[in-house]
């Protein structure tokens, strides 16, 4: 066994994007790909310390590539000195799994695997991010800096040790550095036992509760097992689609009612369960479905928020909340309720941790399907699956009621997210320049009917640590209180994905049950007036509609 130093020269394009490096796996498969920029990270975390006295915390989601990539790392980890390396067993570790692990073992980082919602296999996508000794994804101040080093990159070093077994739970060594291959679920359901009244939970289900979790054969199936049908009783049979493939069996892990058609189609029969859950392929998202109801992320957030204090882990109430801009209002509603600060931050997990670490918000969410809180510093899908049915367990009602009681307390935002996938990059760019440019004479104009107060594209100041995030999302705020949001994904692979957000206000309880196609239609329309839409992608709708 030796270390090799191996010459190299720059890729270029590794830039993590909203949430780490995403790349088609053909790519991230040729020579020099992944160690390129995993030598780049370790060349710009390994200056903060001795790397000698680090630990280092390895997993994925299980996807495609995963395995050769979790060899690769551990013997790149040993050639640079790491002290020890945590790797979850089969190289398995949910996103927040892996959160919890660094923060539990005091970890100076991790290295995670994962491309996210993104399909996966040897046409789908991969990815890899690290995250920070709090847990949660590198500040942009890092991966910048990660960027950079990979422009001038001329050589990474590896050990040619033979392969080291993850799928037996124990320590090896590799070149002096030692390898403990550990069990993905244990810290992690630990954690969660903590937060939640497990014994409610456990009450509810031999009450006869039924529930299905779709884990979509993603990395989320081990957890839902363990914990729903293992700790709290659920029957066998709760958790579908629960073993992880390296293919995701061919499906899009993304849980909203359009790719989570299977489990929608349950909670629409006459005998649906009483409640429904899925989560993405590397375990951050979850969406929640009552028996033909489904909830939007943004009223999840604002519905967990005003009913933290069932949950143990919440019962001394929150610090503040915190959501991405093109979340809805929501959360501020309740927030101003319960007369705690809501903070508005860009797209993105990463911009929650210093708000988090500050304690300056208990509770974040994005209105993709992302919820957490500080108990890690990544979204979290089981967590949020667990405090729904806490919420479900402590007050008696079903998720239909529970929701339509919250917009009769503090209105409805009708939310709708149109989503414009893989459109030509030059195309989409032109668009959002053009808006860019309107803005200035937008306010005081109408748009089909909508008067605009304030026009602008979010710019970001950093509360706790001053740093700054420009050109985030242009929003269109109304008179009337609605908006539109335009902003181009940060995490596909092809193209460019154009994201559209409307929201409106509904304070009328008698106005609150109307189809969300249908109440967001003139904003619908006046965003395709404002941005010419339809034009400038040649798609006359969106790909999908959230
Ligand atoms: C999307 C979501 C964003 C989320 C990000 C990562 O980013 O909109 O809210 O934080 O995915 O989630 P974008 O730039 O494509 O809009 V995950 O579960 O893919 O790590
Ligand atoms: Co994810």
């Known amino acids: 066994m030796a270390i090799q130093t191996i010459a190299t020269q720059p890729i270029a394009g590794q830039k993590p994007g909203t949430s780490g490096l995403r790349k088609k796996t053909a790519v991230f498969s040729q020579p020099h790909y992944l160690e390129n920029f995993v030598q780049s990270v370790f060349d710009v975390v390994g200056n903060e310390g001795d790397p000698t006295a680090q630990t280092l915390v390895l997993g994925g989601d299980g996807r495609y590539h995963n395995r050769a990539a979790i060899q690769t790392i551990l013997k790149m980890a040993a050639a640079h000195g790491y002290a020890s390396v945590l790797v979850g067993r089969g190289g398995i570790l949910s996103t927040p799994a892996a959160s919890c692990v660094i923060r539990k073992r005091g970890?100076?980082?991790?290295?995670?695997l994962s491309a996210s919602h993104n399909p996966g296999g040897a046409d789908g996508d991969f990815g890899i991010k690290y995250n920070i000794a709090a847990g949660g994804p590198a500040p942009e101040s890092v991966t910048?800096?990660?960027?950079?080093?990979?422009?001038?990159?001329t050589q990474y070093r590896i050990s040619d040790a033979p392969d080291i077994d993850v799928d037996t739970i124990g320590v090896t060594q590799i070149e002096g550095m030692r390898v403990e291959v550990i069990d993905p679920v244990a810290d992690y359901a630990e954690l969660m036992a903590r937060l939640f009244d497990f014994d409610a939970i456990r009450k509810l289900f031999a009450g006869g509760f039924t529930m299905r979790f779709d884990g979509m054969h993603a990395v989320s199936g081990p957890y839902a097992h363990a914990i729903l049908e293992g700790m709290l009783g659920a029957p066998r049979g709760t958790v579908i689609n629960g073993v992880p493939l390296e293919d995701f069996g061919g499906g899009h892990p993304d849980p909203n009612p359009v790719n989570a058609a299977e489990l929608i189609g349950l909670m629409a029969?006459?005998?649906?369960?009483?409640?429904?859950?899925?989560?993405d392929g590397d375990g951050d998202r979850n969406m929640i479905v009552g028996r033909k109801f489904d909830v939007t992320p943004s009223d999840s957030l604002a519905v967990l928020a005003a009913n933290a204090t069932v949950a143990p882990g919440y019962r001394a109430g929150l610090k503040g909340i915190a959501r991405s801009m093109p979340t809805s209002r929501a959360a501020d509603k309740v927030a101003e309720a319960l007369g705690?600060?809501?903070?508005e931050t860009p797209t993105g997990w990463k911009y929650f941790g210093t708000l988090l670490d500050a304690g300056m918000a208990t509770l974040c969410g994005e209105e993709s399907y992302g919820t957490g809180s500080d108990h890690v510093r990544e979204k979290d899908g089981v967590w949020a699956v667990l405090f729904w049915l806490n919420l479900l367990a402590a007050s008696g009602k079903s998720v239909e009621e529970i929701v339509t009681a919250h917009w009769v307390r503090f209105g409805r935002h009708y939310y709708s997210r149109h989503d414009y996938e893989g459109i030509d990059a030059a195309a989409a760019n032109l668009l959002m320049d053009d808006l860019r440019i309107k803005l200035p004479a937008l306010p005081g104009a109408s748009l089909n009917g909508h008067t605009v107060e304030f026009a602008d594209d979010f710019s970001y100041t950093d509360p706790v640590d001053g740093s700054t995030a420009h050109k985030q999302g242009v929003r269109i705020i109304m008179t009337d209180g609605s908006r539109i949001v335009f902003r181009l994904s940060g995490t596909g692979t092809e193209g460019a994905t154009l994201r559209v957000y409307f929201e409106l206000y509904e304070?009328?309880?008698?106005?609150q049950r109307r189809p969300v196609q249908q109440a967001l239609a003139s904003l619908i329309a006046a965003a395709d007036s404002v941005a010419s839409i339809t034009t400038q992608t040649g798609r006359a709708s969106p790909s999908v509609i959230t």
């Open 507 to 511: 304070p009328d309880a008698a106005q």
């Open 144 to 153: 910048d800096a990660v960027y950079h080093r990979t422009e001038s990159i």
């Open 340 to 343: 705690i600060a809501c903070h």
């Open 269 to 279: 029969q006459p005998d649906a369960p009483d409640f429904g859950a899925a989560s």
């Open 107 to 112: 970890a100076a980082g991790g290295l995670i």
